[in-house]
Structures are given as C-alpha cells and as structure tokens.
C-alpha cells in the first residue's frame, strides 16, 4: 500500500470514530488537517480571552464603587485562566506558547472581533456581561463535547465560571435600568453599540462560512453559525424586556410559524472590515499586546536567571556534601 | 552494604477517550520504563485505562499542608466569584 492510501485509510478511520461521538486525544493519530484546524480555533479562542481583558480592564480603577471594582478585577483574573487553559490545550497539539504568542503578535492569527470595540462607559461593561458572555457561552456549551479531549474539558471548567460573568452584566444593566434617566440612556446606548457586534459573534451566515462543513464533521463544531444566532437572539429580546431596554432592530419580530423571532441583517460589510483590522479598537488593541509582552520581557528573563542560579547553588551544595 | 532503592513514581491513568488522566496510586521501579510497565500491571488489570502517566515522585512540587490558610482561605469571602451572588428577577430566563 502507498503512503497515500495508507493515510487515506487511517483518514477514514479517523473520521469514522469521531463521527460516533469518540474522543480524540493528544497522542492518538490525527488528520494534520484536523490538527492545524483545532490549532488555529483554540489558539483563537485564547487569544480572544487574552485581548478580551483590555476593553474591560479599562474601567478597573474606574468601576463606580468597591463592589464592581472587585467583581469586574475577578471577570478579568477568569479571562486571563480561560486563555491559560486554552494555550494548555492548543500546546498539546504540538505549537509551543511562544509561537502561538507570536501568530497573535505578527498579526497571523485573530481574535474575535467583538474585541475591537471601545467600552465607552460603564455601561458597557454591563452590556459585554450580559450580550458578549451570552454569545460566547452559546458557542462555548456545545464545545464542552468536542471530540478533541483537552479542548473539551477546558471548556467545561470555562462554561463553569462563565455564568457569574454573565449574571454579573445583566445585573449592571439592571441597577443601571432602575436608576436617573442619564443612567437609564447610558444602558441603552451601551446596548445600542453591542448589540449588532454581538450577533455577529456567531460568525457569518451559513452559506458564507466556509470551514464549517468539515468542523461539522469532525464534531468540533455542533450547531451552524445561523442556529446559535437565532437562540441567542430568542433568548436576548425577552431579557431586554425585563430591562426595559429597545433592541435597536426595526425588523425583530415574533414569528408565530417558526416560534422564533425574524430579525434583520447585520452589517456584515461592517464585520469583514472589522476582521481585516478596520475597527475602531484593533490597532490599539494588538499594539497593546505587543508592549506589554515587550515590557515584560525583562522580568521573564530574570525569572529565569534567577532559577537557574538558584539550580546550580543547590547543585554545587550538594556536590559539596 | 545499602542497597539503592528504586525511585518512587507517581500514576496516572486515563480511564476512558475524553476524560483526563487521575491520580491512582504510586509504585517503585528501576525506571520510568518499568514504572510504565508495572502500572500497567498493577493498576489496569481490569481495564482500567486507555493511557498511563508516570511521574518521578520527586518532581512533584506540593503545596505544604501547613500553609493550607494562606493558600486557600483567599477565595473564601470572594463569593462575588459565585453566580449566585448575583439577584436577578425570577421571570428572566437563560441567565
């Protein structure tokens, strides 16, 4: 048998066990198409929870008391373990740390483009709580049965500590929502901003999406782009009501037929320009990044120094001995 | 004469596809080869697993029980971390 066919062989094989819901784990053999796609999804993955910190790192020292302050410090201490997570994962997969880095800072690899949007106010921390981690969370349940093992279970331990997120947003919106009318307009205006970005969180329509069919397949990926969409949508408009807030869509309405609710397009004119780096925030955000991985270069470095000399004074005691 | 003693090593085993590796147990061996092997025999006679780890004990680094206050306690009035601490209407579903 040729090399050729005896892949082809082990690629139909392989298809086959993860179609039937099996597990792949690291060192098991896989497709290198299969490998380069959950490298570049996880790695992504990641690197949103890593850039993700900054639109909300901004209001830190800013939170309106000690509470938020506290709660909004403990989301961004959970975005920096879920991005550890997620490097663990894609690491297993055979990239080290430090190529992943360096695909995010050369500009090769992306994050989601929710990111490249500024937080404007504090309301908009309510609203990246409540729509943003809505959005992610819907993506992220059926992952928490991906047939990579790694990725799968650091999804379970992210879905976990996602909720608080979540209920932490809406709950701004909330107090922001029973207060002065300058309050109430700042809510809406945060919705007004987040909303059409958060709906193209899913990606794009179904027809246009190009590598979902494989990842479909290899039970990476469980629901279409379009599907999670409309369940986000269903369950957001109902939670917009309770906050009394205007979904800023003239076309949202209840479909009695479908159970579900029609809504408009998005501007994915819009969202294509944002992922090809014309966003408000994307150059900010990855020069960001950039500096801040350069700034800490030294005490790396140091670190490191520091371990070895230390490793080598044990060395010497014990050869002393 | 001391014999040398063998090393002590830690075992993993992976139980089943999709599931981490659990700690199991431990057991001496000559080396990491014949740790593999040993487990293999000791710990997946009834097929217990599907993969096995095995750690020199002495690479592990942990945790003092000692400082158990200093290193855990931290978390215990975080329960902001919780998503019960936050009070939304009852009538507000998917949250």
């Not at chain 1, 008391?65 to 894609?90: N, P, T, W």
């Not at chain 1, 009394?244 to 479909?255: M, V």
């Not at chain 1, 925030?281 to 270069?297: F, I, S, T, Y």
């Amino acid at each position: 048998m040729t090399d050729e066919a005896r892949i082809a062989e082990l690629e139909k094989q392989f298809d086959d066990y993860v179609e039937a819901d099996n597990k792949a784990e690291p060192k098991d053999w896989m497709p290198e198409k299969y490998r380069k796609t959950l490298i570049r999804q996880i790695s992504q993955h990641a690197h949103s929870e890593i850039i993700g910190m900054q639109p909300e790192g901004n209001w830190l020292t800013r939170a309106p008391s000690l509470k938020r302050k506290a709660i909004l410090l403990a989301k961004v201490q959970d975005e920096a373990g879920h991005g550890l997570y997620l490097y663990s994962a894609a690491e297993t997969l055979g990239r080290s740390r430090d190529q992943l880095e360096d695909d995010l800072h050369q500009g090769k690899a992306k994050y989601s483009s929710i990111f490249n949007y500024p937080t404007l106010t504090w309301a908009d921390v309510g609203a990246i709580g409540w729509l943003v981690d809505s959005a992610a969370i819907l993506n992220q349940i059926p992952l928490c049965r991906c047939s990579y093992g790694p990725y799968a279970r650091a999804m379970i331990r992210i879905c976990k500590e996602e909720s608080f997120h979540q209920r932490q947003g809406y709950e701004i919106m909330l107090v922001l929502n029973r207060g002065t009318d300058a309050q109430k307009q700042m809510a809406q205006d945060a919705l007004n901003r987040w909303w059409w970005p958060s709906v193209q969180m899913f990606g794009p329509p179904d027809e246009a999406s190009p590598n979902s069919s494989h990842t479909m397949k290899w039970r990476i990926k469980r629901f279409s782009n379009d599907e999670l969409r409309q369940r986000f949508i269903d369950q957001a408009v109902p939670q917009a009501d309770v906050l009394g807030l205007k979904i800023p869509d003239p076309d949202l309405k209840w479909n009695d037929d479908r159970q579900a609710y029609d809504f408009g397009a998005p501007d994915w004119d819009e969202f294509f320009a944002v992922v090809k780096g014309k966003g408000p925030m994307n150059k900010a955000r990855l020069d960001h990044k950039v500096r801040v991985w350069d700034d800490g270069g030294w005490a790396r470095e140091a670190a490191m120094a520091h371990a070895e000399k230390e490793s080598a004074r044990r060395a010497s005691q014990k050869s002393a001995a | 004469m001391t014999a040398k003693e063998w090393p002590l090593y830690e075992v993993f085993i992976r139980s089943g596809q999709g599931l981490a590796h659990r700690h199991v147990g431990s057991l001496h061996a000559a080396d990491a080869t014949m740790a593999l092997e040993n487990a293999r025999d000791v710990y997946t006679r009834r097929n217990e697993g599907l993969s096995i780890w095995v750690v020199p004990s002495k690479d592990v680094t942990a945790s003092a029980p000692e400082e158990k206050g200093e290193m855990f306690t931290p978390a215990d009035d975080k329960i902001y971390r919780h998503p019960t601490f936050y009070n939304l209407p009852d009538d507000v579903k998917g949250l």
